[in-house]
């Protein structure tokens, strides 16, 4: 199965509204976490500890799906998020 990057940036609310809808967030990503598709999810942090985005990195049958997903967050929907994209990679390392 394709593995697919979502990275978020974060517009100028993105601290305070992530506090209002990371419950949401995490519910709707709680199906690919059962399915065991997502391969690493978590927030980009300033260098103050802050997060500014977020990346998740799971598998999905095809890019229109993948881009679907990314759609549905509740980031998106709520605006946390100022712009987002969705590529596919490639897994290298791990080796296997």
Known sequence: MPVYVMLGRDGPRGVELRKQHRPAHLENLQPLEDAGRIRFAGPLLDPEGLPFGSVVVFDADTLEEARAVA??????????????????????????
């Open 71 to 96: 759609a549905s967050d509740p980031y998106v929907k709520a605006g946390v998020f100022v712009s987002y994209e969705v590529h596919e990679t490639k897994v290298v390392f791990p080796a296997g």
